[in-house]
Nanobody, 122 residues
């Protein structure tokens, strides 16, 4: 089993920045990649970004490319999502995930965090 604990959500004005953290513990040798997904009210959960456990390859949804940056700290088993130039359409619950499958697909992840709310509003 892998446990994921997210932190860093909150309220931010349009154009602002936030950084999300996701700390992994437990059987982390089962992790091929860690990703971030988000779900806005009334919408399906969607892929945001992912990074291989090695940290050498990262993936982004087109909607966040150039604004969000994913990174990881090997020593802390933690993945970060730096979010800049935030827009109202980024408002959603953000979920951290870990798994061995397709980096861009919900089904590629076996483990999920509890989610953290990001609200972008003036």
């Amino acid at each position: 089993q892998v446990q994921l604990v997210e932190s860093g959500g909150g309220l931010v004005q349009p154009g602002g920045s936030l950084r999300l953290s996701c700390a992994a513990s437990g059987s982390i040798f089962n992790i091929g990649a860690m990703g971030w997904f988000r779900q806005a009210p009334g919408k399906e959960r969607e892929f945001v970004s992912a990074i291989n456990w090695s940290g050498k390859t990262s993936y982004y949804a087109d909607s966040v490319k150039g604004r969000f940056t994913i990174s990881r700290d090997n020593a802390k088993n933690t993945v970060y999502l730096q979010m800049n130039s935030l827009k109202s359409e980024d408002t959603a619950v953000y979920y951290c995930a870990a798994g061995l499958g397709d980096r861009r697909k919900i089904g590629g992840y076996e483990y999920w965090g509890q989610g953290t709310q990001i609200t972008v509003s003036s």
